[in-house]
T-cell receptor, first 113, second 112 residues
Framework: DTEVTQTPKHLVMGMTNKKSLKCEQHMGHRAMYWYKQKAKKPPELMFVYSYEKLSINESVPSRFSPECPNSSLLNLHLHALQPEDSALYLC????????????FGDGTRLSIL | DAKTTQPNSMESNEEEPVHLPCNHSTISGTDYIHWYRQLPSQGPEYVIHGLTSNVNNRMASLAIAEDRKSSTLILHRATLRDAAVYYCILQSIIQGAQKLVFGQGTRLTINP
């Protein structure tokens, strides 16, 4: 069982919809991450939050909007997505200190119609 | 970002050692080398990481070349459960946060 919980596991949405992906951890970790993984490709970093502040944005389009309401929760708000945004979205967390392992959730599989 | 290069696939037999190579010739002096693995329908799982010295843990060993331009992940006695995609990753620190850059990964097949 993973210690990072992502909901929903699957999401199908139209290009005009607004939806949110949710990630939760109760390990006391202070860094949280969003990754995007296309089929048969490695994960690619999107955003990093460190102590609830956005530290890294890998030039992600504004149709993806991250939010970190507290140290246990990470959201990814989606609006006006394109078909090429269909992918597995992975959340991870790690302790606040640097060079610590990341713990990944099993992801949300997103399909854009 | 510095990149890693791995073989696309490797095959080994159960209960034998496995050596998974990784090249990272453009690594910077402060980059850590991480290895994660990913089973089907799961998120990546941490395996091991190091900076300069060889590292051992309960899952594997990591051998780092003296010039740090390559490394090898060693599974001492492979089991069927070790079949996965293994990613060699360089970790840098950007604006005080950890950034992992995944390689393309090696798909490891274990034969019974």
């Amino acid at each position: 069982d993973t210690e990072v919980t992502q909901t929903p596991k699957h999401l199908v949405m139209g290009m005009t919809n607004k939806k949110s992906l949710k990630c939760e951890q109760h390990m006391g970790h202070r860094a949280m991450y969003w990754y995007k993984q296309k089929a048969k490709k490695p994960p690619e970093l999107m955003f990093v939050y460190s102590y609830e502040k956005l530290s890294i944005n890998e030039s992600v389009p504004s149709r993806f909007s991250p939010e970190c309401p507290n140290s246990s929760l990470l959201n990814l708000h989606l609006h006006a997505l394109q078909p090429e945004d269909s992918a597995l979205y992975l959340c991870a967390s790690s302790r606040g200190q640097l060079n610590q392992p990341q713990h990944f959730g099993d992801g949300t599989r997103l399909s854009i119609l | 970002d510095a990149k890693t290069t791995q073989p696309n696939s490797m095959e080994s037999n159960e209960e034998e050692p496995v050596h998974l190579p990784c090249n990272h010739s453009t690594i910077s002096g402060t980059d850590y080398i991480h290895w994660y693995r990913q089973l089907p329908s799961q998120g990546p799982e941490y395996v091991i990481h190091g900076l300069t010295s060889n590292v051992n843990n309960r899952m594997a060993s990591l051998a780092i070349a003296e010039d740090r331009k390559s490394s090898t992940l060693i599974l001492h006695r492979a089991t069927l459960r070790d079949a996965a995609v293994y990613y060699c990753i360089l970790q840098s620190i950007i604006q005080g946060a950890q950034k992992l850059v995944f390689g393309q990964g090696t798909r490891l097949t274990i034969n019974p």
